[in-house]
């Protein structure tokens, strides 16, 4: 069974710092591109940031590029995302996806606020 689990979620001041990191299980980790998406209230999902399946590769939205660093480590079957210079238009949920065999894999989410 797939299973995607985010953590590192929480209240942070705008200009902080979070990393969020995801755990997966059920599957051959390093077969799977990895995504991060995020979702704020009232709006639909957006694409986050990309990694690929080896980690050489990375892609990240406009809107988070120079802020955001997605990273994997295929040892550890984990997916991180260090988040800095944060903005309270950044809060959102965030969604840690796996791409594998033509379909996604969602985790649960974990929210990020940032708030003064």
């Known amino acids: 069974q797939v299973q995607l689990v985010e953590s590192g979620g929480g209240l942070v001041q705008p200009g902080g710092s979070l990393r969020l990191s995801c755990v997966v299980s059920g599957f051959t980790f390093s077969t799977a591109v990895m995504r991060w998406y995020r979702q704020a209230p009232g709006k639909e999902r957006e694409f986050v940031a990309y990694i690929s399946r080896a980690g050489a590769i990375t892609n990240y939205a406009v809107f988070v590029k120079g802020r955001f660093a997605i990273s994997r480590d295929n040892d550890k079957n984990t997916v991180n995302l260090q988040m800095s210079s944060l903005k309270p238009e950044d809060t959102a949920v965030y969604y840690c996806?796996?791409?594998?065999?033509?379909?996604?894999?969602w985790g649960q989410g974990t929210q990020v606020t940032v708030s003064s």
């Open positions: 996806d796996a791409y594998m065999n033509n379909r996604d894999y």
